[in-house]
């Protein structure tokens, strides 16, 4: 039986206004004087899985954009707009056991007048976790843009990213079946990147001696999910795939990119139109696992972190 749900206003790491939900298996923080960011995600007296950027703790205001951590709701393709600086409070209300998170009116420079929220649901018991992100055009002319979430996470851990099932080539397998997007700093000789059959893996380092100092990369997977691994802990992420539908950066749902601070796991949506006032949401659930056994080859993946992606659940 789950513990009740707790939702109580904090302060934290210089921030006077922060939000933490528990349920007594995990908790969340949610920063209200910026973003809105979830800048802590962890089990209840454990560590927060999630990256911070000490240079950013508690402070507001400003017109350059700050990475402060944690994770946010971004706008694809990634454009001067995408960097608008969420720098200023945040309207929070709360519906019965959901907590929406609402940002001002981007409308000045870089801004092009969206306005973005979060709406975050914690399960009444276990690690699950939804969140709604949604982004309204609040601007006199139509938009294109596709919602975009990368999650921060803490260094020292690697991402795994699930390709479309591999099938030897016959008849009924002439065509493509994904996608794998790279950046002019995508490097496959850096030791960062672990390639494989079936999955992608990407590695943060803290001194990486490859040619450049960030990698990324994105794929087109119907799978859904991606992940991340750190010391006996894995942190799941999953949201809807729509066939057929246009995905930003050549057609990518999932995107990785890492850099010697910090690992991120991303989702994006489908490229929409969004006309004078509407708005488009995008919904990913989150998990947590304890105690599983490390390792980066396949095999590993086969039995040690699949079984637990197939415990999870779009909810």
């Not at 904090?10 to 298996?25: A, F, H, P, Q, V």
């Not at 944690?70 to 929070?92: A, I, M, Q």
Request: glycine residues 10%.
């Amino acid at each position: 039986m789950g513990h009740r749900l707790m939702l109580e206003r904090i302060r934290y790491r210089g921030w006077d206004n922060c939000y933490k939900l528990s349920n007594g298996t995990v908790e969340l923080i949610v920063l209200a004087d910026v973003g809105p960011r979830i800048i802590s995600y962890g089990f209840c007296q454990g560590e927060n899985q999630f990256y911070e950027a000490e240079l950013d703790a508690g402070t507001t205001g400003g017109k350059e954009f700050r990475v402060y951590g944690g994770h946010r709701l971004w706008v694809s393709p990634e454009v001067e707009r995408t960097y608008f600086p969420d720098n200023r409070p945040v309207k929070v209300s709360q519906h019965g056991n959901r907590v929406c998170f609402t940002a001002p009116l981007e409308d000045t420079p870089p801004g092009t007048n969206l306005q973005k929220e979060m709406q975050i649901e914690l399960a009444a018991s276990g690690t699950g976790v939804r969140v709604t992100h949604r982004i309204q055009n609040c601007d006199a002319s139509p938009t294109t843009l596709a919602p975009w979430t990368p999650t921060q996470m803490r260094a020292g851990g690697h991402a795994i990213l699930p390709l479309s099932p591999r099938a030897a080539m016959d008849n009924d397998h002439l065509l493509p079946v994904g996608v794998f997007s790279i950046w002019s700093y995508t490097d496959f000789a850096d030791p960062r990147w672990v390639l494989g059959t079936s999955y992608i893996q990407l590695r943060q380092l803290t001194e990486p001696t490859g040619r450049f100092r960030e990698q990324m990369g994105g794929a087109y997977s119907p799978e859904g999910w991606v992940a991340h691994f750190r010391r006996g802990v894995l942190f799941v992420k999953r949201a809807q795939v729509v066939a057929g539908a246009q995905y930003p950066d050549f057609g990518c749902n999932l995107e990785v990119f890492t850099n010697p601070e910090l690992l991120e796991v991303e989702t994006l949506g489908p490229l929409v139109e969004l006309t004078p006032g509407e708005t488009v949401e995008h919904t990913e659930c989150w998990w947590l696992f304890s105690e599983v056994p490390g390792g980066e080859d396949e095999a590993w993946i086969e039995s040690a972190i699949v079984p637990l992606v197939g415990k999870t659940v779009l909810f």
